[in-house]
């Protein structure tokens, strides 16, 4: 029903910027909510941020300020500005789909992509 794929994570120096990017195969306006999460090595996946109906925006307390997640209708793709980074914001970032019109229950993850912060 959905699928969706993340690009952009890197290696970045403290204070440094990324943007990352998670494309879905359908209008992101179609999907209940799209959500940001990420999992650092040793630790729980966490969520990050997310954005319901492409509009809607939530975060964590730890990146309110320095993240922005935003949609593009017109691409299917949903970013992740992350700007000051921190080395503790080191983590595989995945992007995760949280229900859509047809299948509210519907939940579909992504391959995640790496995000290293370190100088």
């Known amino acids: 029903q959905v699928q969706v794929v993340e690009s952009g994570g890197g290696l970045v120096q403290p204070g440094g910027s990324l943007r990352l990017s998670c494309q879905a195969s359908r209008n992101i306006f179609s999907i209940n909510a799209m959500d940001w999460y990420r999992q650092a090595p040793g630790k729980q996946r966490e969520l990050v941020a997310t954005?319901?109906?492409?509009?809607?925006?939530n975060y964590a307390d730890s990146v309110k300020g320095r993240f922005t997640i935003s949609g593009d209708n017109a691409k299917r793709t949903v970013y992740l500005q992350m700007n000051t980074l921190k080395p503790e914001d080191t983590a595989v970032y995945y992007c995760?789909?949280?229900?859509?019109?047809?299948?509210?229950?519907?939940?579909?993850w992504g391959p995640g992509t790496l995000v290293t912060v370190s100088s």
């Open positions: 954005i319901t109906r492409g509009t809607r925006t």
């Open positions: 995760h789909v949280s229900g859509v019109g047809e299948d509210p229950k519907l939940e579909v």
